[in-house]
């Protein structure tokens, strides 16, 4: 009856690249052949129809479809078949133009899915997608003059954080809501994000991101720490948005501004549908399919796997939550099918109660919390997750405890970690220990994951509402023999014992992308992969810093090598007794910023001979910077060369200093020193080439030689460096300080591990040898 | 003290080691190893002790420059005022290790410059005659020539370093009939007179060897450095059988005819490499005359030396200086002063050992020719090993052909990145690829060697020429095609695995292995050096 019914309709769906509405397009498509769809996508940059192709119909859930028609008939098809419309649910009148006006006019059936499903959404967008978009669809319908059957996808949490039973009532029929104006809860909303963002710009606040986007980046330069404090300004209000709507969804007693918005939605489209007969259907928790269009689809990565991958990582030991509760799962095909039953039945009539139907499986086919955390330990006993040395994580039990004792507990590891992230940001590392802190970081931000799981899905953990079925039941018993057979929602028949460990869990384990077996050997690694596309023919331009890339080296040394050579006894003790006592505050300066510090540094060679500096800098180059050079280093750059790369050395290092280096590189930007009567003026002629400055060096570099970035390769030690890693199609992190390490590390970068060639003695401050030149 | 200055020196010996022999010292880098020789069917060769120095150097030196050799007129005789006039020495790789002050290069420039003031020349060059060796510091120049030389001659730059990559400063003067090109210092070839200063430690040493090498570029060396030379000197220290000697005998021709008249002086010291006073004077010693007082300090030294950092155990090794005295000084005509140099060095030198052995074991110092100041990286370890002591016969080699080579050093994965960056690179990638000397020159020689960046590194820091580390592998070429197997014990196993050697880590373990190679019950020759000896193999 389904299919005779949908047939010559045309269904209009809101919704439909989400993981519920990819699922009904294509039972629609399947199951009822003579329906047509009006699929209202926001267009992005691509388009409607672009967007429909690839964010739809190209997921494997057409698989199936795919296969039986042929590509050329799936094309014939859905071309036939679907319209595209852009639209976008936010946007009054849906932000149709006529012709999607138009196709909305002429719809038979309405069925709204869109929704921001994520339970940590800011309370704004929350109230704009879940409560004002079934709104503004009904709104456009009654604009239009037109009464199509609106069908709008729910949830069974608008009841609210309750124990017992929660029955297919509307939402303000209940004798626990607490009734407020939904008006009111959206000005609200509104004017918090307007105050937020108010507050976000206060001068303390501003302070405060722009010194955590330098704790983060380091002296990476204005620009580079501009476009950071604004991504942190930005992040600090949705987090704002995120808490102010847990705060005021908790106080009306919803477990999250998900389900509270959900439930003003059901409310406010109640009032403004005019004739538009409206149904309301309602899913518990949506998981992978049972068995449409495969047993275990998924799209996106959904509510509890999170949770579960954690937990299988070894993450989160405890979960909170009652072992003899019931979490209530539906699979996604029941929904899809229950929706489908309800459009082919059309809208119930004035008198036959209220058109709301609950797809669960709570009251009927209960599946306890103990239960599933007993089955998901066992699979991943027997299937574990593997750590980046290839061994197996072993999952641990959990004892089911409250849920302020599980946050105390991450809280716990949370500062922990936070203490070990701050000494090692202090700690002058480099490159493998360096590697050490970034993992510390990416622990921590697990875990700051983790806290938040158990914040928001400890909620529903909790919950012991037991949600009612009689209209589902009905309408399941109202349905003939081949509508049960192809429209399967009957909670009673999903057997868990088979469903979690056999469907869900391979599923969920196969999206999350999670490694399974452990590395295999002999093939190639991520970094060789990296390294061989760094090495690749095709690369133009190659950059490289200086210190702590090429050679263990700085400015100071340098410095102090050249400044002592000429000095004997008193004279050499009171210059290095100088130079000591002032690294404290030549180190702070170099912390904030790079070309300030140069500039205050490089003064020191006021009045130093040109000629005499020049023979010095040969000698220094053989004792001082090839003695403490990264042989690896100097390999990579010829080997750049031999593969015609073009490339550059970018140093603020001096210009006398890296001369010596002249026939290594194809070109050479260094700093320079003004001179006035054969000796340096100790003024720098030009910004000094650090941070952005480097950037811009290199940009110009490629200019003026023709070449792209994007095919251009970096090699950097420092987060100062980012603007010029973060401009270049290939990036190297060289022994990176920490704060690159854990960029690196986020983004994928080859990271080099080059040093000085064992058996060359370390010195704290180098000195040229006492004498040798001054006898 | 059992061989006191009194006493005449003892000859070299052979030692047949039975139940009561005391272990034997081996040398092991910056340490020492104490091994136990199987009884019965070993053998330890001894080098000579210290001859005699001259009592009068400098007295010598002056007689050996009035009363030349060969068909060569007194020095002073071939010196006036408006000539030009170039002295060319020796660089750092000679004498091993470096010498106490004064210097024989110092003694004899400075003699030769007394005749050239009197004679009032005024256009007088010094070059330290390096090839494609590493330039010495200042400091290394000064030891060599003495403070005196180097500030009277250093400053205006006319003591200077030789450069073969200098375009302008090197010249092609012929061809041998064999078609190898003679390159020669352009200074030398224009100079009226070039005198040289050598010092002979090895019999390879001087000759013509001195200047048509030493004074020459890659366009000449590359005609007798090279994989087919080497396999055909057999060995190279025995100048009778040494393709090397010849090919720089044909040069020395060449020079002679293009006009370039040559005085050569050349010295040989003894072999009081250790001293016979102070804490290495026991490395003289042969084991079974240590007293007690010997042992213990042996045994101190040793967990000392356990104790330091490489860097400290280093730069304590190569602090130390060699008290050599000087045994001969001729001057004249080349091929006839070498002649009795060579005999002087075999005076020292030669120890007579009868027949052949399965596995010769050596221990190897801490320093060769070309880490002196430096690392003694795996290339140097392999060159030093079955290079130039394994070359260190007359006759046939001391092990067998298919025997198997054993040497003791910590080989470790080290390398000065100023002396020696193109042996990094030799290291990380040539031998990564093929260990085999032929295939090495073919594929890899021609790139090192014209390498913008090393030619650089040569002319103005202090690095080695980029063909350097190929030369050294290819000293080791006639060992390689002999050699059944070579085990280094105590080296650092991924770099010793990397040169297509086996490493083991005791002596015990690397005769174990020996024996898949040589049979059971192998016999065991053990060479003694340094002090430097050379085997007379009848």
Redesign the interface.
Known sequence: MIPENLAGRRIAITGSTGFLGTALVERLLRSAPGCELVLIVRPGRRGADRRVERDILRNDAFNNLRTQLGADGFAEMTSRRITAVAGDVTSDGLGLDAEGLAALASSDIVIHSAAVVSFDSPLDQAVEVNLLGPVRVVETLVSLGVTPHLVTVSTCYVAGSRRGRAPEEPVDASAFFVDVDWRGEVDAARRIRLDTETESRTPGNLKGFRSEAHGELGAAGIPSLAAKTEQLRCRWVDEKMAAAGVARATSLGFPDAYAFTKALGEIAVAESAGDVPISVVRPAIIESAHSEPSPGWIRGFRMAEPVIISYARGLLKEFPGVPEGTVDVIPVDFVVAAICAVAARGPLGPDEGADIVQVASGSVNPLQYGHLVDMVREWFTEHPIYDEMGQPITVPQWSFPGRGRVRKQLQRAARTLDRAQKVFEVLPVRGRQAEVGARLEEQRELIGRAEGYVDLYGAYAECEAVYGLEHLLGLWDSLDDADQATFGFDPRVIDWSRYVPDVHLPSVVKAGRVPMRPPARGGESRSERLRRQVLAPERQLVAFDLENTLIASNVVASYAWLGSRHLRGRDRARFVAHLVAEAPTLLSLDKKDRSDFLRHFYRRYEGAPVDQIAEDSMEQFSELILAKSFPAGIRRVRQHKALGHRTVLITGALDFVVEPFRPLFDDIVSAELGVVDGAYDGRMTAVPPTGEARYQALADHAELHGLDLRESVAYADSASDLPMLEAVGFPVAVNPETRLASIARKRGWLVEDFRQSPGMRRSVLPLAPAGSASR | MSNGRHLAPRPGFVLDVDRNSPPIVFHHGEGFRLEKLPPGRSRVIYPAEPLEGLADPDGAIRHALDNPLGDSEPLRALLHSDMKLTIAFDDISLPLPPMRRPDIRQRVIEAVLDLAAEAGVDDVHLIAALAVHRRM???ELRHAVGDRVYDAFAPDGRLYNHDAEDPDGMVVLGETPHGEDVQFSRRAAESDLVVYVNINLVAMDGGHKSTATGLSGYTSLRHHHNVHTMSNSRSFMDQKNSALHASNWRMGKVLKDAGVKIFQIETTVNNDTFGRQGPMALLQKREWEWSTRDRMQFLAMKAGLDLMP??AK?KAFSSWQAPYALTSVQAGEIEAVHEVTTANVYRQQLVAVEGQTDILTMGLPYICPYNVNS?MNPILVMCLGLGYFFNLYRGRPLVREGGVLILSHPT???????HH?SY??FF??VLADTTDPAEIERKYEKQFAED??YI??YR???AYHGVHPFYMWYWGTHALEHLGRVIIVGGDPAAVRRMGFQPASSLQDALEMASDVVGPQPTITHMKNPPILMADVT
């Open positions: 510091t200042e400091d490489t860097g280093r690392i470790p994965w080290e390398f000065h990145p100023v960056p990094i690179d990380e990638q913008e960046w650089h590194l103005n820091s202090y």
